[in-house]
Each structure stands twice: as C-alpha cells, then as structure tokens.
C-alpha cells in the first residue's frame, strides 16, 4: 500500500471522527483501564444471581411476572435473546453496551461550552471506570444495561446531527430506554441541551421551540400513558402516588438549594465561570439521575440520604449498586469541576490527582470484580460435589448450611432461588422442581445436609488461588437423617458500609 493510500485513509478517519464528534477520544487508555475494571464480566460469564434463576434460567417453574412489575412489553425479548445465546453473549453486550456509552457522551460533551478537550476525556474515563453498579453482573438487569445504551445513542444523535432521520431514531431511542422508568426524569437533561443548543433562549422563543419539538418535549408523557394504557403494572412496584411525590420534599429542596448557589457563583465569579458550571451541571445530573429513586424511597429524604448513597456506592449493598446506573455521569463532572477548583500551587500536581482518582476507581472495581468471582467459585463448588454425590437417599428435601457468608459478593443474600437454582444445574429441572430447601437445622429433621465451608477473607481465597488455584471452598454433602446441627448455622453479619479493604482483612461489624 502507498503512502498516499495510508494518508488518505488516516484523513478519511480523522474527518470521519470530526463529523462524529469523537475526535480526541482516549480509545487506548479508556479500553485498557476499562478491561481491566470491568474485564472480570468474562471469567464469570456463566454464572447466574438474584432473579436470573427464575427470569432466565428456569422461568417455567417460578416464572417472572413481568406485567405484574409494569416492565415494557420488549423486555420479554431478553429471555427469547438468553434462549438463542446464552449468558456468555449478555456478558460481552453488557461490556460493549456500557463502554459505547462512554464513547457517545464524549460526544455529547462536544457541543458544551464548558467543557475543554482534556476535561472531555476526563469526564468520559470516569464516567467508564467509577465503580457503580457492579450488579450489571445480573442478567435480570439486562433491561437496564440495553436501555442505558439506547438512551445515550439517542442524547448523542439528537444533539450531534441534524437530519430529520436522526432525530427520528434518536426519539424511537429514547422510548424504548424508557424501559428503565428511572430515565424518564433524566430525560430532562438532553431535552435541556437540546434547546439550549437552538440558540432560543428567552421564554418567547420558547414558545417557538415548544411547538416545534413538541413530540420530543412529550416523549415521557406519551410512554407514560402508554404505559398506564397497554401494561400497567399491579405490584405497585414504581408507584408515583402523590403522598411519594410529598415525601421528597427535603430532598428536592436541597438540591435546588445547591443548583441555586452554583448558578449564581458561576454569574459572579467569572474567573472561575466555567468550573462552577461544570459543577453546576454535575450537581443537575445527579438530581435527575437520583428522584426517581428518592420518589420511590431507596433513597431517604433525610440526612441518612448520604449514608444510604455511599453505603450502596461502596458498600455490601447486596443487588441494590443498580439503582446508581445513572450516577456515573454526574459525579464525573462534580469531580472534575472540584479538581478545577484546587488552588495553584497544587495545579501542577492535577494530573496526578487525576490519575490516583483513576487509580482508585479501577481498584474498587476489581474489587467489587473479585468478590464475584470467588461467589461463582462457592457456586461452582457447591454444584460438583452435589454431581460428585448424586441425588439424595432421603429424598428431595436439603439444608443448606453456608458458613462463608463474608464471602457472598457484595454482601448480597443467599435466597431460595440460589440454592434450588444450584440443585437445578447439579440434577436437572425435576429434581429442582420437586425440593425443598431450609437453611435452618430445626425446620427439617430428615434432609440431605449440605454444608459449605471455606476461607474467612476474600485475601485469604485470593491466596489460596495463586497457590493451588482453588479458592479454598469445602462443601459436605452427609444424608444422615438429623446431620445438620445448630451450631452449625452461623448468623454473621456484616456491617453495610466497610471499605473494600476490610473485605479483604475480615473485618466485621
């Protein structure tokens, strides 16, 4: 090949990128830090958690109501996607999908004023690498990590492009991401950009732009209605009563508070304009991207909000990671307007304050990473020695007895569903179909025992494996009528809010 073809070829890319907005992005440092935070989705790519067992694995037995919960009728598409391909091929699209939603918000960030190029790229490796919602893991938040996807594609072709094919896809986009209910409020935020980026700016010209994007401007009301009209739910699961309405009063009182204050800083300090309005922005983010959960009461409108928060950012919060999907963006800008703000004699130390934020981020996420693989490997374990064992003389009836609950990952439970799911991949679906499982030695006195041990700190099993690579997990099978003793239930708790570093020294609270 000449070297006339290769220029042409490296133009044509780089016009490409310009006319796409990605010009600039850090592809080489995003993917390596990226596949290092998140490649861990690989090595347990068929593993199954929470309601995977029954909204996938064996839907026939205990289905997953899906009208009851008022989910989109399209949701249904992911067990016919799970049948065709398995849980290997939801692991590699939840990596794609997340990380291509880094690579459209770096250009959405393209069209802000406030933004420079570097702050571009800082903004988009955190919005990549924070360690929130570890619990994309789970297939049964599949919905969340498709609607996701399809909501920044959508923000990033309405605000990118211009031709009216575009902003059609980009509106049938975001509809379908209205999947995930919590996107309905954050859907302010690009209809936002969108007209600030008309250059009609006064409440009489938003009249003008009303009428003219009065399809886009109504797109959550019409999937509302929809919603209520064609699959309303009967669980109340994301009932929007007014007495939950009421109940975030504290909470939106503050933030408009905050957003208050750095709007009017960002009009008086004009040295630091900029800073505070990526501030100012970040703060408005993480408004938009928390209500739905405070209107639903995860989150409490009170002073414990910031326990709660932090406690399910790094905490052992169990599955509930996934409702901070949409914190990512927010706390991104919020660390980087702070970083803005650090005086100037620690300015020539940014990039370094920069890269240990970095640093810190990939840390937890392998962490976080870690915790699921030495969980899959106790599954693992448990499921062998059942084949190893064959079915029980005693019948269909088993004690599940785990005494390495420090290990579960993120402190998350051990329910029914997990252990007759483990009887399922060990004995096949009658033999799940027909048991019945206790976790308590008194409930039944003739029952095949399974009892787990194993290593008490994750560093400890992370020893074990560079050492004999094997966790260190024992599980005991015994079909002795009366095996299971009390004392061998443990009730060991775990404190919700230990830093990742106590997981790996046992600390317990």
Request: with cysteine; proline share 4%.
């Amino acid at each position: 090949m000449s070297d006339t073809a290769v220029a042409e070829s490296g133009t044509r890319l780089q016009n490409f990128l310009d006319h796409a907005s990605l010009r600039g992005f850090p592809w080489k440092t995003a993917t390596i830090l990226y596949t290092i935070s998140w490649g861990w989705l690989f090595i347990v790519r068929d593993s199954y958690w929470a309601d995977d067992w029954n909204s996938f694995l064996h839907p026939e037995i205990t289905p997953f109501d899906y009208e009851a919960l008022g989910l989109a009728p399209w949701t249904e598409l992911n067990q016919v996607f799970f049948d065709l391909f398995g849980p290997g091929v939801f692991r590699l699209v939840t990596f794609c999908f997340y990380f291509g939603s880094g690579v459209v918000v770096f250009g959405i960030t393209k069209s802000t004023t406030f933004l420079s190029l570097i702050q571009r790229k800082q903004v988009v490796l955190l919005f990549l690498l924070l360690p929130f919602n570890s619990a994309r893991v789970a297939l049964m938040v599949f919905h969340y990590t498709t609607a996701y996807f399809a909501f920044f594609l959508a923000w990033y072709l309405l605000v990118c492009f211009a031709s009216p094919k575009t902003h059609f896809l980009s509106l049938a986009l975001f509809f379908l991401s209205f999947g995930m209910h919590s996107l309905l409020p954050f859907y302010l935020l690009p209809a936002l950009q969108k007209f600030l980026l008309s250059n009609m700016i006064s409440l009489r010209n938003f009249c003008a732009f009303a009428r003219k994007n009065f399809v886009m401007l109504m797109m959550p009301v019409f999937y509302w209605v929809m919603r209520s009209v064609f699959w309303p739910e009967r669980d109340l699961y994301h009932d929007v009563s007014l007495t939950r309405l009421s109940g975030t009063t504290s909470f939106v009182l503050f933030s408009g508070l905050i957003l208050l204050l750095a709007f009017i800083l960002q009009r008086k300090m004009f040295a630091i304009k900029r800073t505070l309005q990526i501030i100012f922005v970040g703060v408005l983010c993480l408004f938009f991207g928390t209500i739905a959960y405070s209107v639903v009461g995860f989150f409490p409108d009170d002073l414990l909000f910031f326990s709660k928060f932090f406690e399910t950012f790094l905490g052992r919060s169990d599955w509930y990671s996934r409702h901070q999907t949409l914190q990512p963006l927010g706390v991104a800008l919020l660390i980087v307007g702070f970083v803005g703000l650090l005086p100037k004699f620690l300015k020539k130390l940014t990039r370094s304050i920069q890269a240990f934020i970095l640093a810190i981020c990939v840390v937890f996420n392998i962490g976080f990473g870690f915790e699921y693989v030495v969980d899959h490997s106790k599954q693992k374990e448990v499921i062998g020695v059942l084949k190893e064992e064959g079915e029980s003389r005693l019948g269909s009836d088993y004690q599940f007895v785990d005494q390495t609950t420090l290990l579960n990952a993120r402190g998350r439970a051990y329910r029914e569903r997990d252990w007759r799911g483990l009887i399922y991949l060990a004995y096949g679906i009658e033999s799940m179909r027909s048991s019945r499982v206790e976790t308590m030695c008194k409930s039944i006195s003739d029952a095949r025992l399974v009892l787990i041990q194993g290593p008490e700190t994750h560093w400890q099993a992370l020893k074990n494996w560079f050492s004999d690579r094997d966790m260190g997990f024992k599980v005991t099978v015994d079909d002795t009528p009366g095996a299971c003793k009390p004392e061998m239930v443990t009730s060991e708790k775990v404190s919700g809010a230990i830093p990742i570093l106590f997981y790996f020294t046992g600390a317990k609270g």
